[in-house]
C-alpha cells in the first residue's frame, strides 16, 4: 500500500500525490466530467482533510481526492476551445491564411508534411501535405489556399488524438502555396536544421544504401528514407526502437553506455557527467523536438538510477519527471506511445536490473556485455505487452535480436556522432571516417535481415 495507518515518509507522500494526479489526468483521458461536479470533488476534498487534519491516514486520503480533482481540470483545460479565431472553426471550408513553417519539414516518398502556425486573425496550427518540389524550410512565411479538414482514425489507429496531443486539429492537402518570407523562425534553429541538411548530404554522398538511411535515422531521427521492407524487417524483430529517437531507444543506449564506461574503469561520476553533456549536445543538435526532449530526460533518468543506486529516489525522482511532463502535457498519458515506453524502459532499469544481474552474477563481465544484458532485458520485458497492444505483433526472436544490437547501436552512436562533427572539418576524408560506421551498419542490418526471415520472427495478435 502507498499509504497505511502508521506514520510514512515524506517520499511516500509525495509519491502518492504525484500518482493522484496522474490518476486524475488519466480519468479525464476517457471521461469528460462536468465542472460541477468536479468542483464539487475539490471542495468535499478539501473541507474533508482540514476536518480530519489530525489523522494522518484521512488527511491525505482527502487530500489524495483534491488532487485528481486537479488533474482531471488540468486535462480538460487543455481541450480546445472553437470559435471564430482558431482555423479549426473553417475545418470543412475552402480558406486562405497565412502562417509560418514552426517545425523541420517532415519529407516522405511521395510528399512532404508542413507544421504551419496560422497568423492573425485566427489562431492554431495546420499539418500542410505539399509535393516534394518545391522544397519549403523551416521559418519559411508561407500563404495558403485549401480546403481544410478535420483529423479521423484510420485503420484502428487514433490519428485525431495522435495530432492533438501537438494540438493539431486541421489538415490541408496540396494546397495553392505562395511564398512570401524566409528565415522567419528561430535563429538557432534555423541554423540547426541547415546543419542537419548539410550532413544528410554528407550521408547520402559517402554511405551506400540503406547504410545511408539507417545512419540517419539512427543518428538524426530522419527515418522517412528507410526502405519499406527494412522498416518491416526492424518490426518483425522487435528493433523499431533503434530507429527512431524515442524514449526506449536513448534509455536503453544511455544505460548501456554507463555500463561501458564503468567497464573501461571511468569513474561512475565522470561517466554520469559525460553523458549528461553527450545528451544534451545531442538533443540540441538534433533540433530539440518536444518528443526528443521527453526521450532525453528519461534516457537521463536511467543513467541517474545507475548512478544513485538507490531505488526510493531513482523510482520518485522518475514519476516527477513524468508527472512534470503530464502537466506541461497531459495529452501525452494516453496518446503518446513513445512516452509509455520510455516511462516504462526507465522502470524497468529501476525495478528490473538488479534482479536480471543477479540471474547473471556467474557470467563474465567483458565490456559491460553483462550489464549490457541485463539492461536490455529489463527494458524489452516492461515494455513488451504494451508494444504488444499497439502495434498487435510479438516478436519470437525480439529479445534475443535486441541482445545482439542494442551495444553495437549504443557505440554507432557515440562514433557517429563523432564522425558527423569531424567531418565538417575534414570533409576530405569523409569516406576513410565513415568506414567504420559503415560496419556497424552493416552489422545491424544482417542481423536484423538474418532473424527477419526466420519462420514464424513474429506472429501477428
Given at each position: 500500500?502507498?499509504?497505511?495507518?502508521?506514520?510514512?515518509?515524506?517520499?511516500?507522500?509525495?509519491?502518492?500525490?504525484?500518482?493522484?494526479?496522474?490518476?486524475?489526468?488519466?480519468?479525464?483521458?476517457?471521461?469528460?466530467?462536468?465542472?460541477?461536479?468536479?468542483?464539487?470533488?475539490?471542495?468535499?476534498?478539501?473541507?474533508?482533510?482540514?476536518?480530519?487534519?489530525?489523522?494522518?491516514?484521512?488527511?491525505?486520503?482527502?487530500?489524495?481526492?483534491?488532487?485528481?480533482?486537479?488533474?482531471?481540470?488540468?486535462?480538460?483545460?487543455?481541450?480546445?476551445?472553437?470559435?471564430?479565431?482558431?482555423?479549426?472553426?473553417?475545418?470543412?471550408?475552402?480558406?486562405?491564411?497565412?502562417?509560418?513553417?514552426?517545425?523541420?519539414?517532415?519529407?516522405?516518398?511521395?510528399?512532404?508534411?508542413?507544421?504551419?502556425?496560422?497568423?492573425?486573425?485566427?489562431?492554431?496550427?495546420?499539418?500542410?501535405?505539399?509535393?516534394?518540389?518545391?522544397?519549403?524550410?523551416?521559418?519559411?512565411?508561407?500563404?495558403?489556399?485549401?480546403?481544410?479538414?478535420?483529423?479521423?482514425?484510420?485503420?484502428?489507429?487514433?490519428?485525431?488524438?495522435?495530432?492533438?496531443?501537438?494540438?493539431?486539429?486541421?489538415?490541408?492537402?496540396?494546397?495553392?502555396?505562395?511564398?512570401?518570407?524566409?528565415?522567419?523562425?528561430?535563429?538557432?534553429?534555423?541554423?540547426i536544421y541547415r546543419l542537419k541538411n548539410r550532413w544528410q548530404q554528407i550521408i547520402n554522398s559517402t554511405l551506400p544504401e540503406p547504410q545511408a538511411?539507417?545512419?540517419?535515422?539512427?543518428?538524426?531521427?530522419?527515418?522517412?528514407?528507410?526502405?519499406?521492407?527494412?522498416?518491416?524487417?526492424?518490426?518483425?524483430?522487435?528493433?523499431?526502437?533503434?530507429?527512431?529517437?524515442?524514449?526506449?531507444?536513448?534509455?536503453?543506449?544511455?544505460?548501456?553506455?554507463?555500463?561501458?564506461?564503468?567497464?573501461?574503469?571511468?569513474?561512475?561520476?565522470?561517466?554520469?557527467?559525460?553523458?549528461?553533456?553527450?545528451?544534451?549536445?545531442?538533443?540540441?543538435?538534433?533540433?530539440?523536438?518536444?518528443?526528443?526532449?521527453r526521450a532525453a530526460i528519461m534516457g537521463w533518468l536511467a543513467i541517474l538510477a545507475i548512478y544513485l543506486g538507490r531505488l526510493n529516489q531513482s523510482?520518485?525522482?522518475?514519476?516527477?519527471?513524468?508527472?512534470?511532463?503530464?502537466?506541461?502535457?497531459?495529452?501525452?498519458?494516453?496518446?503518446?506511445?513513445?512516452?509509455?515506453?520510455?516511462?516504462?524502459?526507465?522502470?524497468?532499469?529501476?525495478?528490473?536490473?538488479?534482479?536480471?544481474?543477479?540471474?547473471?552474477?556467474?557470467?563474465?563481465?567483458?565490456?559491460?556485455?553483462?550489464?549490457?544484458?541485463?539492461?536490455?532485458?529489463?527494458?524489452?520485458?516492461?515494455?513488451?505487452?504494451?508494444?504488444?497492444?499497439?502495434?498487435?505483433?510479438?516478436?519470437?526472436?525480439?529479445?534475443?535480436?535486441?541482445?545482439?544490437?542494442?551495444?553495437?547501436?549504443?557505440?554507432?552512436?557515440?562514433?557517429?556522432?563523432?564522425?558527423?562533427?569531424?567531418?565538417?572539418?575534414?570533409?576530405?576524408?569523409?569516406?576513410?571516417?565513415?568506414?567504420?560506421?559503415?560496419?556497424?551498419?552493416?552489422?545491424?542490418?544482417?542481423?536484423?535481415?538474418?532473424?527477419?526471415?526466420?519462420?514464424?520472427?513474429?506472429?501477428?495478435?
Amino acid at each position: 500500500m502507498i499509504l497505511s495507518s502508521k506514520l510514512y515518509t515524506k517520499s511516500q507522500v509525495f509519491r502518492y500525490l504525484l500518482l493522484n494526479f496522474v490518476i486524475g489526468v488519466a480519468l479525464a483521458s476517457f471521461i469528460f466530467v462536468d465542472y460541477f461536479f468536479l468542483y464539487l470533488l475539490a471542495l468535499i476534498s478539501t473541507i474533508a482533510a482540514i476536518i480530519f487534519w489530525q489523522n494522518k491516514l484521512w488527511r491525505w486520503i482527502f487530500l489524495g481526492g483534491l488532487i485528481i480533482a486537479l488533474g482531471i481540470l488540468r486535462y480538460q483545460l487543455s481541450l480546445p476551445i472553437t470559435d471564430e479565431t482558431k482555423i479549426w472553426f473553417y475545418n470543412g471550408k475552402q480558406i486562405t491564411f497565412q502562417g509560418a513553417v514552426i517545425a523541420e519539414p517532415d519529407k516522405r516518398v511521395n510528399h512532404t508534411k508542413l507544421t504551419v502556425v496560422s497568423n492573425q486573425p485566427l489562431t492554431g496550427k495546420v499539418l500542410v501535405s505539399v509535393n516534394l518540389y518545391p522544397e519549403y524550410q523551416y521559418g519559411d512565411l508561407l500563404e495558403i489556399n485549401c480546403k481544410l479538414k478535420s483529423p479521423e482514425p484510420f485503420d484502428d489507429f487514433a490519428y485525431d488524438r495522435y495530432l492533438a496531443r501537438s494540438n493539431i486539429y486541421s489538415l490541408c492537402y496540396y494546397p495553392k502555396v505562395k511564398l512570401l518570407a524566409h528565415n522567419q523562425g528561430d535563429w538557432l534553429l534555423t541554423k540547426i536544421y541547415r546543419l542537419k541538411n548539410r550532413w544528410q548530404q554528407i550521408i547520402n554522398s559517402t554511405l551506400p544504401e540503406p547504410q545511408a538511411s539507417l545512419f540517419s535515422a539512427i543518428i538524426l531521427g530522419a527515418r522517412r528514407g528507410l526502405p519499406q521492407d527494412l522498416t518491416d524487417k526492424f518490426n518483425i524483430t522487435a528493433t523499431t526502437h533503434l530507429i527512431a529517437i524515442s524514449g526506449l531507444n536513448i534509455t536503453i543506449i544511455t544505460a548501456v553506455l554507463m555500463e561501458l564506461f564503468l567497464a573501461l574503469m571511468i569513474p561512475r561520476k565522470k561517466a554520469f557527467w559525460l553523458i549528461t553533456i553527450c545528451l544534451i549536445f545531442y538533443i540540441v543538435l538534433i533540433g530539440a523536438p518536444a518528443s526528443a526532449v521527453r526521450a532525453a530526460i528519461m534516457g537521463w533518468l536511467a543513467i541517474l538510477a545507475i548512478y544513485l543506486g538507490r531505488l526510493n529516489q531513482s523510482s520518485n525522482a522518475l514519476l516527477f519527471a513524468g508527472s512534470l511532463m503530464i502537466l506541461i502535457n497531459p495529452r501525452i498519458l494516453r496518446d503518446d506511445v513513445g512516452f509509455q515506453l520510455s516511462f516504462l524502459a526507465v522502470l524497468g532499469l529501476i525495478y528490473f536490473v538488479p534482479f536480471f544481474e543477479e540471474k547473471f552474477k556467474n557470467l563474465p563481465e567483458v565490456f559491460g556485455l553483462k550489464s549490457a544484458l541485463a539492461t536490455t532485458l529489463a527494458a524489452q520485458v516492461i515494455t513488451s505487452p504494451l508494444i504488444i497492444y499497439n502495434f498487435g505483433r510479438l516478436s519470437l526472436v525480439g529479445l534475443f535480436v535486441n541482445l545482439l544490437v542494442v551495444p553495437v547501436a549504443s557505440i554507432l552512436t557515440i562514433v557517429g556522432s563523432v564522425v558527423l562533427i569531424l567531418v565538417l572539418f575534414l570533409p576530405g576524408l569523409a569516406f576513410h571516417l565513415f568506414l567504420l560506421p559503415w560496419l556497424l551498419l552493416t552489422y545491424l542490418i544482417k542481423v536484423v535481415e538474418i532473424f527477419a526471415a526466420i519462420p514464424l520472427a513474429a506472429i501477428t495478435l
